[in-house]
């Protein structure tokens, strides 16, 4: 059983497009995250939601819109894709209580040409 | 700026030597420390943490780190590296009610 789970793992897509990728983790954790990794690795904190509630919000443009319906879940939605878009976009969770370690999906890689 | 270094971007090694990997911080008062391990193709995975206590910390495969307070430092180290050790390695950083920062990782090649 995969802990922290994305889907889906790889998207092609152009510019313009709206794209959406979905995370859910079966950790029983309170708080979601989704990081962006750019062509040299670096990860960057986008969004975090602690019980469905935004608690952290980076400075993301507003064509990135996260949405978590339940504590389990947290979808990221991008509009009108552009070329900088192209990343590797992980999910992770964890208690917001703690020692916060965080656990990771596998990755969503998004190729916008 | 509050952040977290990591002075090695790229490090390349044979099997069996030793590794450090330095990892730096500028946070004041309580943090809890991570190393995060990446191979290639494949997401995070944790290697090892420290919240308190023995500021020497073991993880997994061998390697290990050294919390030094006065320093800010959370040094990562392996006296005998692997090829399968090969990997991006990020130094990670909760400031105590705040959210996880991550370095900007160090590549390590290792060569049979």
């Known amino acids: 059983d995969t802990a922290v789970s994305q889907t889906p793992k790889y998207l092609v897509t152009q510019m313009g497009n709206d794209k959406s990728i979905k995370c859910e983790q079966n950790?029983?954790?309170?708080?979601m995250y989704w990081y962006k990794q750019d062509s040299k690795k670096f990860l960057k904190i986008m969004f975090s939601?602690?019980?469905?509630?935004?608690?952290i919000n980076e400075t993301v443009p507003n064509r990135f819109s996260p949405k978590s319906p339940d504590k389990a879940h947290l979808n990221l939605h991008i509009n009108s894709l552009e070329l900088g878009d192209s990343a590797v976009y992980f999910c992770?969770?964890?208690?917001?209580?703690?020692?916060?370690?965080?656990?990771f999906g596998e990755g969503s890689r998004l190729t916008v040409l | 700026a509050q952040s977290v270094s990591q002075h090695n971007h790229h490090v390349i090694l044979s099997e069996a030597a030793s590794l450090e990997l330095g990892c730096n911080y500028s946070?004041?008062?309580?943090?809890?420390l991570f190393w995060y391990v990446q191979y290639p193709g494949q997401h995070l995975q944790l290697l090892l943490k420290?919240?308190?206590?023995?500021?020497l910390v073991k993880g997994i495969k061998g390697f290990e780190a050294e919390f030094i307070k006065s320093k800010f430092s959370f040094n990562l180290r392996k006296p005998s590296v692997q090829w399968s050790d090969t990997a991006e390695y990020f130094c990670?950083?909760?400031?105590?009610?705040?959210?996880?920062?991550f370095g900007t990782g160090t590549r390590l090649q290792v060569f049979p």
């Open positions: 946070y004041g008062g309580t943090v809890n």
């Open positions: 990670a950083v909760t400031p105590h009610t705040d959210k996880l920062i």
């Open positions: 950790l029983g954790h309170d708080t």
């Open positions: 420290y919240f308190s206590g023995d500021p």
């Open positions: 992770a969770s964890s208690h917001i209580q703690g020692s916060r370690e965080l656990f």
């Open positions: 939601y602690n019980n469905k509630e935004l608690i």
